[in-house]
């Protein structure tokens, strides 16, 4: 029904910058907001940004003027620009995506795969 496709992700010395695409596809009928989890070995998922359809933004502290979730409508496409990565940033990103897959159905949640960033030292 709906596909995340999840793209960026890699290795990236301390300091660096990636950028993170997810673009979501299949009979959706409206979104209501986009967000970038992530998950690190041995700890729990953590919400790091998220964006409404009106273009609301808010941010986990950790990662609050370095990192910048932002999102095309047209093309249901969120991204998540990381500058000034540190090796705490390491984990597997998650694309998630709240919407309708029509006009009087819920609001249900739609997960990516993951795509793994790994910052180094």
């Known amino acids: 029904q709906v596909q995340l496709v999840e793209s960026g992700g890699g290795l990236v010395q301390a300091g660096g910058s990636l950028r993170l695409s997810c673009a979501a596809s299949?009979?959706?009928?409206?979104?209501?907001?986009m967000a970038w989890h992530r998950q690190a070995p041995g700890k729990q998922r953590e919400l790091v940004a998220e964006i409404t359809s009106g273009g609301s933004t808010s941010y986990a502290d950790s990662v609050k003027g370095r990192f910048t979730i932002s999102s095309d409508n047209a093309k249901n496409t969120v991204y998540l620009q990381m500058n000034s990565l540190k090796p705490e940033d390491t984990a597997v990103y998650y694309c998630?995506?709240?919407?309708?897959?029509?006009?009087?159905?819920?609001?249900?949640?739609?997960w990516g795969m993951g795509t793994q960033v790994t910052v180094s030292s």
């Open positions: 299949g009979s959706i009928f409206s979104i209501n907001a």
């Open positions: 998630a995506v709240d919407l309708k897959l029509q006009v009087y159905r819920p609001v249900s949640r739609w």
